[in-house]
């Protein structure tokens, strides 16, 4: 939320620089504004592949997770 709010207050404080500048000054502006977000853009290829190789083995182990409950059960049942 407070991201959001300063998000919002950034914006219309650049909007506000921008129209005192004159046509050159902001396109300046916009290509350091465009520059700076492809810099910071997310590589969503490589992003995708970690959250699948996490996923993958979270379910690895999930599988092979011992059911305490149910061997317990089967335990007092042998002995029974």
Known sequence: MKKNKAFKRVIKKLSAVRATLDNEERQV??????DEVVAHKMNLAKTAAKTTAKTSAKT???????????TAAKTS???S
């Open 60 to 70: 690895a182990v999930k599988a092979h997770k011992m059911n305490l409950a149910k």
């Open 29 to 34: 502006l916009d290509n350091i504004i465009v």
């Open 77 to 79: 049942a042998k002995t």
